[in-house]
């Protein structure tokens, strides 16, 4: 017990510590969790020797944050809702590989590592976007939805992504896991259609459950579980299942009681999840070639948001939505921070690649929270 009670009595005080400091500079509290990751992992305070035990039950913060999003956003009613996050999607992702293969081409990368700034150029963070986006009140404004549905669709596509990876690898491509992703995207999309035209069935015993509130938490905690284990076998994220769980809870009465109560649970968990990233990054590394991986981190989100203004201005979007929304897309997400530590064990990237692109992975969300404070204002003070 003492192994695990005085790491989280250090983990706790020391976000109390930084959490006042950070909001008198009006910076969300993901970034103190992030800072208290570092201060109390291996290579400062030495608190946690590893971001395992964290990290893992920080993944549950992420599927409660996912979660608590299906059962508060709008399913999208109008075609063009979930067209224009798909084609938007594609063409980042197009011209992030274009971008990605010229700076390899130059700098003479392997193919791996081209394939690696791909994917940190088209996949976001999730857990970092939405909550920025629920702080400012902006969940359910236009620009959004549409990046929400982004983000969605990225989370959907990590097992397309992950069978190249094996294939870079040499590794046997598991076709019954690629086609059962499938099948779950489409069982996702069915879901969504079926919210929409309002045709989605209500659990059983509905009534009982209105007047039990232990067993509303209980099956609320199974249905939220069980959409994230069955969408992590059938190869997509558990937290794409976590949110279509939310979406399933949210639409029956007998559980609208949840959200209030398990606000605390979330709010605990999803800061784990953030610590285990501060965790992750090598303060030593980072101090002797801190520059250089600034550098690269803010050049990696200035391409990210540039390649994103250009594609929403191509969709007819004012270019300062266009300019807000590309910020809050340019940080590279929670599967960068896989894919590298796929692509190291497959050993298909270099020690050395993988510790830089770690850190930048890692720097890109903690420096992301500021630029999209900073466009932010602008956008908005520009409007008035």
Request: glycine content about 8%; proline content about 4%; aromatic content about 8%.
């Amino acid at each position: 017990m003492h192994g695990l009670l005085f790491p989280l009595i250090a983990l706790c005080f020391t976000i109390l510590l930084l959490v006042p400091l950070l909001k008198r500079f009006h910076q969300p509290y993901l970034v103190a969790y992030i800072m208290a990751g570092i201060i109390i992992g291996p290579h400062v305070l030495g608190v946690f020797a590893e971001p395992g035990p964290v990290e893992s039950v920080g993944e549950l913060g992420v599927m409660l944050l996912m979660f608590f999003l299906g059962m508060e956003i709008d399913v999208p009613d109008k075609r063009s809702e979930l067209l224009t996050p798909i084609a938007a999607q594609v063409v980042r992702t197009l011209l992030g590989a274009v971008v990605a293969a010229i700076a390899g081409h130059l700098l003479g990368w392997t193919l791996p590592a081209i394939v690696l700034l791909i994917v940190l150029l088209s996949f976001n963070s999730t857990a970092v976007v939405s909550e920025f986006l629920k702080k400012q009140g902006e969940l359910q404004t236009d620009h959004g939805k549409m990046v929400l549905n982004i983000l969605l669709l990225q989370d959907i596509l990590l097992a397309p992504a992950l069978t190249v990876f094996q294939l870079l690898g040499g590794q046997p491509v598991d076709v019954v896991r690629v086609l059962s992703a499938a099948g779950g995207s489409v069982l996702i999309f069915l879901l969504l259609r079926a919210i929409r035209n309002r045709n989605l069935l209500q659990l059983p015993l509905v009534k009982e459950l209105e007047q039990d509130h232990d067993w509303q938490v209980f099956a609320a905690a199974c249905i939220c579980l069980g959409f994230g284990g069955l969408a992590s076998l059938m190869g997509l994220t558990s937290a794409i299942g976590s949110f279509a769980a939310g979406i399933f809870i949210g639409r029956t009465k007998a559980f609208h009681w949840l959200g209030e109560v398990l606000q605390p649970f979330k709010v605990f968990f999803t800061a784990l999840f953030f610590v285990s990233i501060g965790i992750i990054l090598d303060l030593h590394y980072l101090l002797q070639h801190g520059w250089l991986l600034i550098s690269i981190t803010l050049l990696i989100m200035l391409i990210n948001t540039l390649l994103s203004v250009a594609v929403f201005r191509t969709f007819k979007l004012p270019w300062r939505k266009s300019l807000y929304a590309g910020a809050l897309l340019s940080q590279t997400g929670e599967f960068g921070l896989l894919a590298c530590s796929l692509a190291g064990s497959m050993q298909i990237i270099s020690p050395e690649v993988l510790k830089a692109s770690l850190a930048i992975t890692g720097l890109s969300l903690l420096l992301s929270t500021l630029w999209m404070g900073i466009v932010r204002r602008y956008t908005h003070q520009t409007a008035r």
